[in-house]
């Protein structure tokens, strides 16, 4: 049955994922809105980065199914599963920029992969897709390690929206990112959300990035979904781990962009 045009671009139905004899999650279910902007937390060793590996196929279920925009990732035609593969655009943890490419040839990585066109495109795709990531112009020809970590980011966001994905997944977008630099790539996630119309789904253990961008936050623990809902919603849980994450001493309650416009 080819895919529907109208299924969620994410949807996880009872999933068991297993790691030698670990078991990491147990009957997790996930459905992503289209449109949405969807914060994954979860404490350390909970299975977020797991669950990303899983959805991008890297990581195949015990059992359970993961479809992405109506294809089962997994289980699906080959045809189908590398149409999606087009659909979707991925910012791994630590940006997993190539060090040996530049910043122009690393956006370029899934183009060259995905789409057959001129050398000329390809370099005008990639300063474009750099332009909206808010990388400086002289960058561009840089390498990864000749740029802050910040400006690896963007990169790392430029280089998962080159095939104009709809659905973007990423995995720690702030994490070791000073306060400043972390608000900058929370505004330039959701700009890109809204400017492009993508579906975002982002792991995240920053306390602000949820409450200034997000629509809604889904908590992982005890191996599954526990609790999804508006963070302000979610506040309200009784799952003592959620009441913990947001509200504990260590917890930052951050403002929404946009109200004061500062966190």
């Not at 990581?59 to 993961?66: M, V």
């Not at 655009?89 to 789409?115: D, K, M, Y």
């Not at 979610?234 to 504990?248: A, F, Q, T």
Request: proline fraction near 6%; hydrophobic fraction near 40%; charged fraction near 25%.
């Amino acid at each position: 049955m080819p895919p529907s045009d109208g299924a969620p671009p994410l949807e996880v139905k009872g999933l068991r994922t297993e790691i030698g004899e670990q078991v990491i999650h147990k009957g997790l279910d996930l459905t992503v809105k289209r449109g949405e902007i969807l914060g994954l937390v979860g404490g350390s060793g909970s299975g977020k980065s797991v669950l990303l590996k899983s959805i991008i196929g890297l990581l195949p279920p015990a059992s359970g199914s993961i479809q992405v925009f109506g294809t089962d990732i997994h289980e699906g035609p080959e045809a189908e599963i590398e149409a999606v593969k087009r659909r979707w655009g991925v910012l791994f943890q630590a940006n997993a920029l190539f060090s040996t490419l530049t910043v122009r040839e690393n956006i370029e990585v899934p183009l060259r992969e995905h789409a057959r066109l001129p050398d000329q495109m390809l370099c005008e795709i990639a300063q474009l897709k750099a332009i909206l990531s808010g990388l400086p112009a002289d960058s561009i020809d840089k390498f990864p390690n000749e740029l802050s970590g910040g400006m690896q980011k963007r990169a790392g966001v430029a280089r998962a929206i080159a095939l104009d994905p709809e659905l973007l997944l990423l995995d720690e977008p702030t994490s070791g990112l000073d306060p400043v630099m972390a608000d900058q790539i929370d505004r330039l996630i959701r700009d890109l959300a809204h400017s492009l119309g993508l579906t975002v789904v982002l792991v995240t253990h920053d306390i602000d990035t949820l409450y200034t961008i997000t629509d809604r936050v889904a908590a992982l623990a005890d191996k599954k979904i526990v609790a999804i809902a508006p963070v302000r919603e979610l506040e309200k849980s009784d799952h003592p781990w959620v009441r913990e994450y947001l509200l504990g001493k260590r917890s930052r309650a951050g403002t929404p962009l946009g109200v004061g416009d500062h966190r």
